[in-house]
Each structure stands twice: as C-alpha cells, then as structure tokens.
C-alpha cells in the first residue's frame, strides 16, 4: 500500500503541474500588456526562475555535476520542449498547438514500451483514448484532427514528441533528484530560450525596454516563487514515478483548468461543450489512479 500510496502521490502531482500550467496565460498576457511579448515572455519565464535558483545552484553544484550526461540531457529535452510549445502559439492558432502537444500521451506510452519496456494496459489505451476525445470536445470536434501544415504546428507536434523524451529519460534516472531535475529545466531552457530570441520564423520579434520589464518585477517574482516553480517542481517530482504516458495524460488538466479559467477571467464561451470535455479528461485521468490499484486487489492473477 506504500508504494501505491507514493504512485498516487505522483499522480497528484502531475495533475497540479498540469493545473498550473493552465493558469499560465495569466501572467503571460500581463507581461504582453507591459510590452514583453512572444518569445521574450517565454524567455522571461526560464530566465527568472533560473536567477532565483542561483543561490540552490551554488550551494548544490556537486549534485548538478554528479548528474552527468543523463540528467543534462532530461534538462535538454524537457526544456526545448517547452520553449518549442511556447513559442508554437506565436506561429499558429492556440488551439492547434495545444492539440499538438496533447498528443504527448501517445507518445509517452510508445516510448515507453520501446525502450523501457512498460506494457501498455487497456485501461491506459482508453484512458488515452477517453482524454483525448475530451481535449476534441473542448477545442470543437468539427475542425477535425489538426495535420500540420504550418512552422507553428510542427512545433506543437515536436515538443510534445521531445517533450516524451524527456519523460522517459526521467523515468530511467533513479539517482537525480527533483531540485536538480527542475534546475536543468531551467537552465537549459533559458538557453533554448535565449537562442530562439535570434531566430525568428515568421513574426518581427519587438525587443522590450528594460525598464518595462524592472516594473513587472514586484507582482512577477511572486508569481514565479509561488506559482510557477512550484508547478515546476511538482511536475519534476511525479513525472519520473510514472508511466511517461500516464504523466502526458494527468498533464491535460492544463487544458480543463485553462477552459475554465479563460471562462472566468476573460469572458471565453463556457457551456455543454467545456463541462464535457472536462469530465472527459478528468475521467481519464481517474482511470489511472483508481482502476489499476483496484484491478491489483480484486484481480491479482491479471494485473
């Protein structure tokens, strides 16, 4: 029971990661009204982080060098895909990207049979299944399966794959702790971050005043310290816990939390639709925390 107890915990923990993320566009569209917009926001968002983190860096340095390649790399991965998803909404329509990246799951489940060599039970491939059609629901089930046909959707559809790799490198590090794995996040996202500021694709990048940026500090460092990293930390703490795809499916909460947040803060349509889709994913997600444990106490000989 302890060890199931821990696993839920894991869950729990990706599931508020995906919460958070949901709440992002908060602060985000408060930076675009101070004049910090597109691929500075995001860079905003590692970089700062990351200067907070330098005193856990000075004192836990050994522990990041110790890491070695394995835990750089996860921090490679994990922060690419990130700054790649970010980014895919300033080249293409929310709505794509997010069904894009969605598609983490599946990939998270593939992988992890490849090289892990975790099954893939039914009771995940519906659960995928049932998330899915919740996050189609929501975004509108008319406008079909989103084929990439622009920058912006590749994007979307590699830091969703990359982003999966991630997961799984996490899943294989049993000596990395969750401190360490958030602060490579960081830093090599704010990297990713910084060089993606040179390369702009289609939209005029608008470098920001210093001084707009110094006058969001006093709202944007609590937000970062109480929202942000901790939704960070409790992403890199559940994810190497569980199956990669059962990660990917706990972080659709974003979208749950993003359709209701959106209702109540900016207006957006809310009905049938959005309560639905929510319930779509969020019994997806209770799949995975309750079937499998029920399925190891009544069904020993099949679980």
């Known amino acids: 029971m302890g060890s199931l107890s821990f696993e839920n915990k894991a869950k729990i923990a990706c599931a508020y990661g995906g919460m958070i993320w949901g709440v992002f566009w908060l602060p985000l569209r408060a930076l675009d009204l101070a004049g910090i917009t597109g691929s500075w926001a995001t860079a905003t968002f590692f970089v700062l982080p990351l200067i907070i983190l330098a005193p856990v860096i000075m004192y836990r340095w050994r522990y990041l060098v110790r890491g070695g390649i394995r835990l750089h790399l996860i921090g490679v991965f994990s922060g690419i895909a990130m700054v790649l998803y970010s980014d895919a909404f300033l080249y293409t329509e929310v709505v794509r990207a997010m069904l894009l990246f969605y598609l983490t799951p599946i990939w998270g489940t593939l992988l992890a049979r490849i090289f892990l060599k975790e099954e893939i039970t039914p009771v995940r491939s519906l659960a995928i299944f049932t998330g899915f059609a919740g996050m189609m629901v929501i975004f509108g089930i008319d406008l079909g399966f989103p084929w990439p046909k622009n920058i912006g959707d590749w994007m ?141 106490r009544f069904l020993p000989n099949r679980a």
């Open 156 to 296: 979307g559809l590699a830091s969703g794959f990359v982003w999966a790799i991630g997961m799984v490198l996490m899943r294989d590090d049993e000596g990395s702790s969750a401190v360490e794995i958030t602060t490579v996040y960081f830093l090599w996202g704010s990297v990713a971050a910084v060089v993606a500021l040179f390369i702009p694709l289609s939209t005029a990048i608008t470098t920001p005043d210093m001084g707009m940026l110094i006058e969001t500090l006093p709202w944007l460092i609590p937000v970062m310290v109480i929202v942000v990293m901790p939704g960070v930390f409790a992403v890199m703490w559940g994810t190497p816990h569980l199956n990669p795809g059962v990660a990917g499916l706990l972080y659709m909460t974003e979208i749950s939390v993003g359709a209701a947040s959106a209702a109540i803060w900016a207006d957006e349509p809310f009905g049938m639709r959005e309560i639905i889709g929510i319930i779509l994913i969020t019994l997806a997600g209770l799949m995975e925390v309750f079937v499998p444990p029920l399925a190891r």
